[in-house]
């Protein structure tokens, strides 16, 4: 699974997904509200799923773990509210870039305009944040080093219908987060089989059991939903062409 995300042309695009601004991220005619382009969407699932007062004290012990966090704006957009902040991508490539980000503070990509035409920009962590925090590191999301956390945070965007085995994910969610910890999840619930197999999708196969549902009920005994909000994204693909989903953004409390 690693090298669908190895491509150049993804890399670019998880760039501009993480650091682009709607200058390079929209074309003029687009029809999306400002609201979903003026913020990155990594940064939106910090600012909107996380909850400031509910972290511990004091600020310097408050610790952070992002499994899948891709070229890393989210774990840097943690770091306003986290002392340590430790992010894992199953992607090399990725966490090069991410790497980059951490050292520099920018990172140079390009995004394509049309058929073998790109254009540049600079990925640029605001400069306001600590970069220091962060540690980035390749790991598998579903086999992660043992004696890990537990954490006061955790997030993981988009993930968890990426993986080969989701159930085996969500099993070692309590174990990760302290009691009264905050776990942050978002997901479209995008199952496809080159990803996941079938037999491993937590919904999406029979009407009554819909993924949203499932998901509740396989936390709920050890989490608590704290929040719950609809979280539209955009990938742009080319100048004229772009993928919006919508991602179902939760954030639950470790009982």
């Known amino acids: 699974m690693a090298s669908l995300y190895e491509s150049p042309k993804l890399l670019g695009e998880y760039l501009l997904l993480h650091y682009g601004g709607e200058r390079e991220l929209c074309h003029p005619a687009l029809p999306v509200p400002a609201s979903v382009t003026s913020v990155p969407f990594p940064v939106r699932c910090v600012q909107e799923l996380l909850d400031p007062a509910l972290l511990p004290s ?3 012990e408050i610790t952070a773990l992002e499994v899948g966090c891709a070229v890393g704006a989210s774990a840097f957009e943690l770091a306003r509210h986290c002392h340590r902040v430790e992010a894992s991508d199953y992607s090399a490539s990725f966490i090069a870039a991410a790497q980059r980000l951490r050292s520099k503070g920018h990172h140079s ?3 394509l305009l049309e ?4 254009a540049q920009f600079e990925a640029i962590v605001p400069p306001e944040i600590d970069r220091t925090r962060v540690s980035f590191s390749v790991q598998d999301a579903t086999s992660l080093p043992a004696g890990m956390g537990p954490f006061d945070v955790l997030l993981a965007a988009n993930l968890i219908c990426r993986l080969p085995d989701t159930e085996a994910f969500l099993s070692k969610l309590a174990v990760l987060v302290k009691p009264g910890g905050q776990l942050l999840l978002t997901t479209p619930f995008t199952w496809l089989e080159e990803y996941t197999p079938r037999e491993r999708w937590i919904g999406g196969i029979n009407a009554d059991r819909r993924s949203e549902e499932e998901l509740i009920r396989r936390l709920s005994g050890e ?10 994204f955009l990938i742009r693909e080319h100048e004229r062409k772009y993928q919006l989903g919508i991602a179902l953004g939760t954030c639950w409390i470790r009982r």
């Open 58 to 60: 004091p600020p310097s």
């Open 223 to 232: 989490f608590r939903l704290h929040r719950c909000r609809d979280l539209p």
């Open 115 to 118: 058929g073998t035409i790109t």
């Open 109 to 111: 990509a390009t995004r």
